[in-house]
């Protein structure tokens, strides 16, 4: 993996690349897909997003980049987008943590690039200076506990986020 803060970063087969406004159509079909969206708000959560909403995440990761000069990427396989997804600030499991996150198309579903852009946020957050990383995923997300499993997070322990149980994942990178 390449990588400085603030360009792309790509692996064997992904480009990362920062957000920006006209990523707004590919959030919108990536996070408007119910069986994304069920991996990541099923129906007490909401459900797919809206347009709307799907514009909202983006301009949080875009504001997330200028305030913190990391976050989430835009991941495209060749250049067909695939996924969402990097490092994020996060109070779940303590806070002023910082989360390996992901969300990937259905369509890409089972092709490993979770784990490909998991490995990359880890990597990523070593060369910030990071001193550990969280990931956490619905108790029932038995797919994405093994990849953050092969990112290197152990379990340790279950906690209640957004009134739901969650797998709670930590790696020390120091």
Do not use: C
């Not at 994304?36 to 959560?45: F, M, Q, R």
């Amino acid at each position: 993996m390449t990588s400085a803060p603030g360009e792309a970063v790509v692996t064997d087969r992904l480009r990362g690349e920062r957000p920006r406004d006209e990523h707004a159509g590919l959030y919108a079909e990536l996070f408007g897909d119910p069986a994304v969206a069920a991996t990541l708000w099923p129906d007490a959560l909401g459900g797919p997003r809206t347009p709307a909403q799907a514009s909202a995440l983006l301009a949080a990761d875009v504001l997330h980049w200028e305030r913190f000069g990391y976050g989430p990427w835009a991941w495209f396989a060749r250049d067909r987008f695939v996924a969402r997804g990097g490092l994020e600030r996060t109070d779940v499991g303590g806070p002023g943590g910082v989360e390996v996150l992901y969300a990937i198309r259905r369509d890409a579903w089972g092709l490993g690039y979770a784990t490909e852009i998991a490995l990359a946020a880890v990597q990523h957050a070593r060369a910030l200076g990071i001193p550990e990383v969280v990931g956490f995923t619905l108790t029932t997300n038995l797919a994405s506990q093994l990849v953050l499993q092969k990112a290197g997070l152990r379990f340790e322990r279950e906690v209640e986020h957004a009134g739901l149980p969650h797998w709670l994942g930590r790696l020390a990178l120091r």
